[in-house]
């Protein structure tokens, strides 16, 4: 092979390659498969829910004063450390507390609860709690704060 042949093949090879690899983000992928390893698909993001579930804990009183409405543990800026941070661990710890409730993991629950209410809710004496999941348009929760629904699986108490 030449120079010159060598060169047209080089300067060819990344045309080819990107209009081979257009063709083969848009084909079908192979039955049984959701995509063609390493190639990704187009519709990457053309569907969304419009509903998800999450485990919240919404508290109720604080050192004994009923607050005016059950409020999500976040929103409570000015009363805990962690709800100011956004401590996202607490999030998959209420996850973990959920799981062992549902799966009737008693040292698991308590363990968990333990540690959400030494770690978490340390800035207060006593909190009345709910364990809640909340199904919720993510749009709709981002711009209005609206939930659809709430079920509370447990009610806490640190005392």
Known sequence: ????????????????????????????????????????KWSLFSTTSDRLDDVVIIVRSIDGEQLDEPTHFYDLKDRFGSAEARDSRLAKTADRLAYA?????PVQERNTRRLIEHHYMRDARSVEYDLAMITYDPIRRYREGEVKAMLVLKRYSKS
């Not at 409730?101 to 993991?105: A, Q, R």
């Open 101 to 105: 409730l549902l799966n009737d993991d």
């Open 1 to 40: 092979m030449t120079a010159v042949q060598a060169y047209r093949l080089r300067a060819l090879a990344l045309p080819l390659g990107v209009i081979c690899y257009f063709l083969i983000a848009i084909l079908p992928p192979p039955p049984g498969n959701l995509e063609l390893f390493p190639f990704f």
